[in-house]
């Protein structure tokens, strides 16, 4: 178990909706990393969060957005969904945040549009 | 244009065999990463590392900087490391993945 937690496991939503997917980061860290793997593009980033600011963007559509509440919870909210969307959503958080951190993965979140 | 390549993609090995698996980047890194993923789709961090050698149990990972080029090495290989195993460079705030490689061990 690696402390971070993801919810839900799965989701199947239409085309055209909007749905919102949840990480609760290992204790004591304050950076929280969203990645987006889906079968045709491997692992991709999406988006990092330090201690509730922005802190680096990736391949992140401008229909999807993220958050960090003041519990470092994170949200990420993807938009106007299409099938292509369809992927695993991983959120993983690590304490200072850096590419020289350890990160720790959730288990994923399956996202199917249908 | 990839920042990561790994090789290879797949690999299959009889049980007990002696496996590597090799990522090259093409970034100044501030660290690099090898991630292990099952079929259930867990992903798990194996080692983070910025320079030499590292080991766990029968894993064990290095890295040469000046050539942009890690190692991956499974010793006596067993079943249950069947999995994709995952490079990822860290590169400022960023991470950037390999496309994996996806080994099956055969008892």
């Known amino acids: 178990d690696s402390g971070v937690t993801q919810t839900p496991k799965h989701l199947i939503t239409a085309t055209g909706q909007r749905v919102t997917l949840r990480c609760s980061p290992r204790?004591?860290?304050?950076?929280v990393y969203w990645y987006q793997q889906s079968l045709d593009q491997g692992l991709q980033f999406l988006i990092q969060?330090?201690?509730?600011?922005?802190?680096a963007k990736g391949n992140i559509l401008e229909r999807f957005s993220a958050q960090q509440f003041p519990d470092l919870h994170s949200e990420l909210n993807l938009s106007s969904l299409e099938l292509g969307d369809s992927a695993l959503y991983f959120c993983?958080?690590?304490?200072?945040?850096?590419?020289?951190?350890?990160?720790?993965f959730g288990q994923g979140t399956r996202l199917t549009v249908v | 244009k990839n920042e990561v390549e790994q090789s290879p993609q797949n690999l299959t090995a009889q049980e007990g065999e002696f496996i590597t698996i090799n990522c090259s980047y093409s970034?100044?890194?501030?660290?690099l990463h090898w991630l292990q993923q099952h079929p259930g789709g867990g992903i798990v961090s194996l080692f983070m590392?910025?320079?030499g050698k590292k080991k766990h149990g029968r894993l064990i990972a290095t890295i040469n900087i000046q050539e942009k080029h890690s190692s991956l090495h499974i010793t006596a290989s067993h079943p249950r490391d069947s999995a994709v195993y995952i490079c990822?460079?860290?590169?400022?705030?960023?991470?950037?993945f390999g496309t994996g490689t996806s080994l099956t061990v055969i008892p």
């Open positions: 990822a460079v860290g590169f400022g705030n960023q991470f950037y």
């Open positions: 590392l910025s320079s």
């Open positions: 993983a958080s690590s304490g200072q945040g850096g590419g020289d951190t350890e990160a720790f």
């Open positions: 204790s004591g860290d304050l950076s």
């Open positions: 969060y330090y201690n509730g600011e922005e802190r």
């Open positions: 970034v100044g890194i501030s660290a």
